[in-house]
């Protein structure tokens, strides 16, 4: 069963960075479409940016254009997502997620339907 493994959680002062990765053990990564998701207690799960499987297309919610930048290393197996500008609102726990869709071969979809894959999550916490 593919699993995708999250890291680069922590707590950061409101206006810092933090980069997550996303490393998903398989031999044709190439082939998923892969998709950061966040989620706060009590609230619904939200897609905060995707990429197509073959990297040229990219998706963000509006809130996080601009400060957000996702990209794709297929050598190394891993997905980042480069988290610059942080806001307390931004404080979530971060899901990354992998699909395989015709669609999303070419174009960026931050639908949840779309993927399949989900990890565990990790922590993000802008805070003073």
Known sequence: ?????E???GLVQPGGSLRLSCEVSVFNMDYYAIGWFRQAPGKEREGVSCIS???NSTDYR???KGRF???RDNAKNTVYLQMNSLKPEDTDVYYCAAGIRRLTTVRA??????YDYWGQGTQVTVSS
């Open 62 to 64: 509006d809130s996080v």
């Open 53 to 55: 499987s073959n990297g």
């Open 109 to 114: 979809m931050c639908v949840q339907a779309l």
């Open 7 to 9: 890291s680069g959680g």
């Open 69 to 71: 930048t996702i990209s």
């Open 1 to 5: 069963q593919l699993r995708p493994v």
